[in-house]
């Protein structure tokens, strides 16, 4: 799944998405994730819903003559016109905490004493944030909880029937398994291609492979964070990947803009979008990331008079690295990778085998985005599983001919792609996720 996150404060109205929805079918991106667009509590958060059932008037057009459910799907049908389908969060963890379900259902909340709790988060440093303006869900113990589950259905089916087809489940580890998976089963009785995408992020990887094992299609992996160095990316990546797929992304709307981390560097944002996107399964980007955004996205003020003048323009860049994704199997499965040793500290050499004998693929990747460094592999082949010829299908000066030894200088953050197949039709992506899922 290639996933393009429109952020709808910076978006605004529904009726102003078209361009990026273009935008987004035109770098090769298959789907568009949104998050929440329902009607927020008195700290205007997206994540802090009041209304589940209510569009936020903010991405409505009120002078217009249809409904509010009648704008979502028109937005809807507009990127299904551009052969996009549309995902968006599902908030059912929490929801505002001056939502009128505190008042009418108290009893689906988790209590502290007599106060309905607030969710909260440890940061790695110890410090604890708590968030006062929701209120937490109580899907584990309590006494109305079948009755909430049903709240959850009927949500999830209103957001079916606006034309969504996919869901990013937000904090979805903080559900007991059983909700998700009777949730999902039932859901999947009346719309079958439904997707549920797990947000397991801030968990350990034993959680996250629970959590997967309840029905989910994907989740998300925390490769953004990677030096390129450490074990604990590919440990991670072996505890999960034959489980469920994994969706990888260089920036999201949690994160500082990369951009603005890298110094403005865009060699860094092409280093990291061509790694996110050949390493999983699946990749994500919010909106913005393509142009070098700097301002961070924030769920609360973020504006569409925000909207920046680009910094850099890598929209075509992103649609090679999609474009390559697409033509070969090997990086739209959770295969097998391995580091492979090189005389250089300075570049990153891996090896990934498709797990259904679909190919392999050797990706290197200068870990500087600021100086050329040179490679020297004494035999490429000997690294491969099969006697297979390598093809170079880098977006950059790719070469007619490898030879041996392969010698190249990487210019700063520059990736070279050698895969072991010629190009094959795109498996559908869902298709392809739930094979690999089961």
Known sequence: MNIYNLFPRLAGKFENWEPHLARAAAMGFEWVFVNPIQKTGRSGSLYSIADYFIINKDFLNQTAQTSPKEQVQAMVAQAEAHGLSMMIDLVINHCAVDSVLLKEHPDWFLHEGKKIANPFCVEADGTKTIWYDLAQFDHAHSSARAELLEYCIELVLYLVSLGFRGFRCDAAYQLPNSVWAELIRRVRQLHPDTVFIAETLGCSPEQTKNTAAAGFDAIFNSSKWW???????????????????????????????????????????????????????????????????????????????????????????????????????????????????????????????DPMSKGEALLAINKDPWNRQYLRVNDLY?????????????????????????????????????????????????????????
Not at 395 to 424: C, H, K, N, S
């Open 382 to 438: 000997r690294h491969l599983h099969t006697a297979m010829p390598l093809l170079d299908v880098s977006p950059e000066w790719p070469m007619d001919y490898l030879p041996t030894p392969f010698e190249f200088e990487l210019a700063p953050g520059m990736g070279r792609i050698l895969v072991t197949q010629t190009a094959t039709a795109a498996a559908t992506p869902l298709a392809s996720s739930r094979e690999s899922a089961r």
């Open 227 to 353: 030096d390129f160095s450490g074990d604990w990316l590919l440990d991670q990546y072996n505890l999960t990947r034959q489980v469920v797929p994994s969706i990888s992304f260089p920036e999201s709307h949690d994160t500082e803009r990369l951009f603005s981390e890298s110094g403005g560097n865009p060699h860094l944002l092409q280093q990291r979008y061509l790694f996110a996107a050949l390493f999983a399964t699946g990749v994500m980007i919010p909106i913005g990331f393509e142009y070098g955004f700097r301002s961070r996205l924030d769920v609360v003020n973020t504006r569409p008079e925000q909207w920046e003048a680009p910094n850099v323009d890598l929209t075509h860049f992103i649609a090679q690295i999609n474009q390559i994704k697409q033509t070969y199997p090997v990086f739209r499965s959770e295969g097998e990778i391995q580091r492979i040793e090189t005389d250089n500290a300075a570049i990153l050499l891996l090896h990934k085998r």
